[in-house]
């Protein structure tokens, strides 16, 4: 059998070229994740906030992110937005804007899940020392909430790492699309060089997301 | 928006949602069985099988179902294993989905007390009586959210078998978009024909999840 | 009257913590036998060793002659002989009352459903709880489920019965119904083991008392009136007097 694109991957600058494939993945991962994470604070408070107006939107935000594949908001933002307002937005800025409005969502949710297991009579000593709502939630609320939404914030960075990869299909050059370049490159001198650097981008991806959900998982079981 | 166009495209979509759902539900219906097999693998700590899963839910969970499809239809057919893309997409979710199947089981098996096991064997059950009569029984029943956030997960996630080139609804819109340009008609239907399969589930998991939390077995 | 239960030198550690200390008894047919003794002195574990739920470390337990260990195979032919009453009850959330109560007769004994049901109706209205069969455990009190639970137990025909302070997690005004069914079923002489922190039922419904105290079978008597009056040993005695209030 000829080689399955060990040499290949050797070759030139073909390994150096893969991991800054994946470093544009991890890029566009982080920045949303941070965004998300400030975003779903907020949206999380809000959702346990009392009032039926802000909670029917935010309820068809969640439902919609819940419903909706991140490929098909992602072809919406980058094909739809260009053809309705005209906005030119670059493929890049699309994937951020949709990995957050998804992040967003699923970080709310676990703010309002956690805030929600906060005994009731943790809001009503709060208020019996004549604290205020934001107050409450500032000094009261959101610190018990912090252990547990730290294991789950990380969990959340894996997710988006893995989501990422999506962003080839709108003609970002990512890791993926780096590795069938090569491959297509090597085509006549190496014909099963696929296996080999698909092998790589397995384990590259496993490399990256397996030490942070172990993290996780680590942080969950001591906080718990 | 043209109508025209939208009437003109609708059976092309109803094709590539037929396809979606085949190749959904067999994949789903595979996570099923290596969900259970695997959780009871695990429950019952069963020498070696139990690393071997181990491993398989920490690979399967820590990379993309694209890059999973892409070493399974492009990579595996070099070393002479070939499948065709419905195969593959069939057995891509499978085992993806697999590993989070694996998880709900098994955290449905836990949350039931032991002692429960201790009260059904100090009536003289055996292990599969106890198993069968007394713990599945309450920990499907657990289960049932978890599974069905799952099928709603999997189901989303076919939304990349257009890369291994089955004619899905992402690929079918993104095909349509490519070569006439009706851009706003072809993402509005791929929007509602990714509503038609997932909002009934998502009801209805909302419908089981809101009985699981308010009631219980009496109400 | 034979012997039915007899333990001898039985042995039991957790770890480092030795939980029970060569521990030697033996129980006849019919008698009534009530552990009494300070929390983690041993004595719900000790219930828990004779059903098999916990291992041994040592000792021969014996029901009917026949040797019960944990873990082996014809274990649950012996725990068909010794029905258990957990403090939490323990009825299975999925099934009714009925349902419950014929689970393991049916399955287990091969029992056909309309004896099992049959029998299984009969108890419940010595019990007062006829028109509760087709309740779910979670529709019924403390009380209520406790007494489902002895029904359940009943079923099975066993030798011996262990309670393992079946009244310790009920509100005070439900013990006494499950206790009314415990002393019915001493008088129609049923074998029972009973763990409880009830001193005054202890009295009403024991024919021997055991004390037991860090492991320790501390004093066994048939003297029942004379052990609540004046137990012999000093540590029955400062046991006891936690219960008063002078």
């Known amino acids: 059998m000829a080689s399955l694109g060990i040499d290949v991957l050797f070759k030139g600058t073909n390994f150096l070229r893969l991991l800054q494939g994946l470093w544009v993945s991890i890029e566009i991962s982080l920045i949303s994740v941070v965004l998300s994470i400030l975003l779903g604070l907020l949206v999380g408070v809000l959702m346990t906030v009392n009032n039926k107006v802000l909670h029917a939107i935010l309820k068809v935000y969640l439902e919609t992110v819940r419903i909706m594949p991140q490929m098909v908001l992602l072809f919406i933002v980058y094909f739809g937005t260009t053809r309705v307002f005209g906005w030119d937005m670059s493929a890049e800025s699309s994937a951020i804007f949709v990995f957050t409005f998804w992040g967003t969502a699923e970080m709310g949710d676990l703010v309002r899940g956690s805030i929600k297991s906060i005994p009731t009579i943790q809001f009503e000593s709060a208020a019996a020392l004549g604290m205020d709502k934001v107050q409450t939630y500032f000094y009261i609320i959101l610190p018990q909430t912090v252990r547990r939404l730290i294991p789950l914030s990380i969990n959340l960075i894996t997710r988006m790492i893995k989501t990422t990869s999506l962003v080839m299909m709108i003609g970002i050059v990512e890791v993926l699309k780096v ?34 959900s172990r993290l996780a998982t680590y942080l969950e079981k001591r906080w718990a | ?46 020498a070696v099988l139990k690393s071997i ?131 706003i008609e072809c993402l509005f239907l791929l929007v509602v024909f990714y509503l038609i399969m997932l909002l009934p589930i998502s009801i209805l998991g909302a419908l089981v999840e809101r009985r699981m939390r308010y009631g219980q077995f009496g109400d | 009257m034979s012997e039915l239960l007899k333990v001898t030198h039985l042995h039991k550690e957790f770890g480092p913590n030795v939980v029970l200390k060569d521990i030697n008894l033996s129980v006849k047919k019919g008698e009534v036998v009530v552990i009494i003794g300070p929390s983690g002195c041993g004595k719900s574990t000790f219930l828990r060793c004779l059903n098999g739920l916990e291992e041994i470390q040592s000792g021969v337990i014996t029901v009917d002659g026949l040797p019960v ?44 459903k309309e004896d099992a049901t049959r029998e299984a109706l009969e108890l419940l209205d010595k019990v007062g709880l006829v028109d509760k069969k087709d309740y779910y455990p979670r529709q019924l009190s403390g009380g209520q489920k406790q007494r489902v639970a ?73 003297d029942v009136k004379d052990f609540f009056i004046k137990p012999k040993t000093e540590r029955a005695q400062k046991f006891l007097k936690t219960f008063a209030y002078e």
């Open chain 2, 53 to 183: 899963v181990g491993v398989y839910i920490e690979i399967f969970r820590n990379t993309p179902l694209l890059v999973q499809l892409f070493f399974i239809y492009f990579a595996l057919p070099k070393v002479g294993i070939q499948v065709t893309a419905e195969a593959c997409g069939v057995l891509g979710l499978g085992l993806l989905g697999g590993a989070y199947m694996i998880e709900t089981f098994r955290s449905g098996l836990e949350a039931i007390p032991v002692i429960q096991t201790e009260s059904a064997e100090s009536l003289g059950m055996n292990n599969f009586q106890v198993l069968w009569h007394v713990i599945l029984p309450q920990a499907i029943t657990i289960s049932v959210p978890g599974l069905l956030a799952n099928v709603i997960f999997l189901l989303k996630e076919t939304s990349v078998f257009s890369t291994i080139s089955l004619m899905d609804l992402m690929f079918t819109a993104k095909d349509l978009i490519g070569m006439y340009a009706k851009t």
């Open chain 3, 69 to 112: 260990e944990a873990g082996k195979r014809d274990i649950t032919k012996l725990r068909q002989k010794i029905g258990m009453v957990f403090q939490s009850y323990e009825l299975f959330p999925h099934k009714t009352v009925l349902e419950n109560i014929i689970l393991a007769p049916t399955k287990v004994q091969k029992r056909t």
């Open chain 3, 150 to 222: 002895i029904v359940r137990a009943l079923l099975m025909h066993p030798d011996v019965i262990l309670f393992d302070e079946v009244t310790a997690a009920l509100d005070p005004e439900m013990v006494h119904e499950v206790l009314e069914t415990m002393l019915d079923l001493a008088k129609s002489g049923s074998t029972m083991l009973i763990v409880t922190h009830e001193m005054a039922f202890a009295e009403a419904v024991a024919d021997r008392i055991i004390f037991l105290d860090k492991g320790d079978i501390v004093e066994e008597t048939s």
């Open chain 1, 179 to 212: 590795a069938q370049q090569i491959i297509e490159a090597n085509r006549k001198t190496s014909p099963n060089a696929a296996f080999g650097i698909f092998l790589v981008v397995f384990l590259l991806y496993f490399i990256v997301c397996w030490p942070i």
């Open chain 2, 1 to 46: 928006m043209d109508k025209d166009i939208l009437i003109e495209y609708l059976p092309l979509y109803k094709e590539a949602l037929l396809l979606t759902l085949k190749i959904g539900w067999q994949g789903i219906i595979l996570a099923f069985v290596i969900g259970l097999i695997g959780s009871a693998i695990l429950h019952f700590k069963v």
